[in-house]
Nanobody, 123 residues
Framework: QLQLVESGGGLVQPGGSLRLSCADS????????IVWFRQAPGKEREGVSC????????NYVDSVKGRFAISRDNAKNTIYLQMNSLKPEDTAVYYC????????????????WGKGTLVTVSS
């Protein structure tokens, strides 16, 4: 059973950057698509970005296109979410989740979840 752990969250000013990481120290993530979700206070959880198990396919919610980039380093068993030009509306708890093979943006399709990392964008 996977144990996903997110890291890299924190407080950043508008326009700044953060890089989130999602890793499992015990089991390989090679066969899993990894999805980043976020949930802001009082809002529903939304899928932000997904990368396929091969890394050859990735997608993004419209609100982050051109600002966020997802990548994976299978040698390090880690998936990254590079977040640039951050806005106050990006403030949320960010979760990584895993499902076998291909991407999905639906929470119910995920087999495993991390506990989340808080990103706060504020001056």
């Amino acid at each position: 059973q996977l144990q996903l752990v997110e890291s890299g969250g924190g407080l950043v000013q508008p326009g700044g950057s953060l890089r989130l990481s999602c890793a499992d120290s015990r089991f390989t993530l090679d066969n899993y698509a990894i999805v980043w979700f976020r949930q802001a206070p009082g809002k529903e959880r939304e899928g932000v970005s997904c990368i396929s198990n091969s890394g050859r396919s990735a997608n993004y919610v419209d609100s982050v296109k051109g600002r966020f980039a997802i990548s994976r380093d299978n040698a390090k068993n880690t998936i990254y979410l590079q977040m640039n030009s951050l806005k106050p509306e990006d403030t949320a708890v960010y979760y990584c989740a895993a499902r076998l093979w291909g991407c999905s943006s639906r929470s119910n399709d995920m087999a495993y979840w991390g506990k989340g990392t808080l990103v706060t964008v504020s001056s």
